[in-house]
């Protein structure tokens, strides 16, 4: 798998910056995992943390899934890898866990989080509620979106020079 990923344009509309912005961030992840084994994917870091980067793709196809499907669409989706008696379990790996399923899940995840999306204005708020009730602006989505992939990429950057010694931006 090669990532392309290039930077939004610099005089975009204020959507096709936010979806722009989010896209690359997406496309860093994948890039940071990119060529990888599933052993090199699931090596987490430093112990005791159990972060990895198979963690951090689970991860994020959680956070897509609670904001553009549960929150903002208020659908009916379940978690994929969490439960209430293991809430990190999307970082709890086993050697049955693959690559190709965990990006599975998080390429369908971003796949519904664009179909939620499509159509709305970035002031139209979420059907769902969360955090004692709030609703969400779609523009707040993609922001916290954002800022939540701009700092799990800090960690990818640390993992994949952990593992093989990659570094880059």
Known sequence: MTTERDEPAVNADER???????????????????????????????????????????????????????????EDAG???????????EFHLTGADTWQDAYGAWQTEIGLARRNAAGLALDNLSRGRRHGGDRFSLRWIYTHMIEEYARHNGHADLLRECVDGSTGD
């Open 16 to 74: 096709t910056m936010l979806e722009g912005w989010l896209d690359y961030h997406r496309r860093t992840l994948a890039w940071k995992c990119d060529g990888l084994t599933d052993e090199q994917l699931r090596t987490a870091s430093v112990p005791p943390s159990k972060l990895s980067l198979m963690g951090l793709v689970r991860h994020m196809a959680e956070v897509e899934r609670i904001w553009f499907r549960r929150v903002l669409a208020d």
């Open 79 to 89: 978690p994929l890898y969490f439960s209430e008696a293991d809430p990190d379990g």
